[in-house]
């Protein structure tokens, strides 16, 4: 069956970074584009950032020359580095596969439980 395990959140002040890891199992992870997604409290999920087999990458504007997406095929684990954190980065984040031919939309409907990012100011 399809998992996401992510990992990696934690508390930190405004203008720190932190690293995101989701490590997926039953797929066939090096045949999919993997992404990162966000919800913040009270509003709804959110795309963040996407890479594609190939190792193309696209991100929201909103996080666009701070947030960095990877991808380990040898350890299908998917991987979001992100910097110069704000206060509106606050949310908790999770992974997905990525519909081929679309830049956001998640392909699976069994989501991990995601991990906390809160950034203080």
């Known amino acids: 069956q399809v998992q996401f395990v992510e990992s990696g959140g934690g508390l930190v002040q405004a203008g720190g970074s932190l690293r995101l890891s989701c490590a997926a199992s039953?797929?066939?992870?090096?045949?999919?584009?993997m992404g990162w997604y966000r919800q913040a409290p009270g509003k709804q999920r959110e795309f963040v950032a996407r890479?594609?087999?190939?190792?193309?990458?696209n991100y929201a504007d909103s996080v666009k020359g701070r947030f960095t997406i990877s991808r380990d095929n040898a350890k299908n684990t998917v991987y979001l580095q992100m910097n110069s954190l704000k206060p509106e980065d606050t949310a908790v984040y999770y992974c997905?596969?990525?519909?081929?031919?679309?830049?956001?939309?998640?392909?699976?409907?069994?989501w991990g439980q995601g991990t906390q990012v809160t950034v203080s100011s």
């Open positions: 997905n596969a990525v519909v081929a031919g679309t830049g956001d939309l998640y392909k699976y409907t069994n």
């Open positions: 890479i594609s087999t190939g190792g193309k990458t």
């Open positions: 039953g797929i066939i992870f090096s045949g999919n584009a």
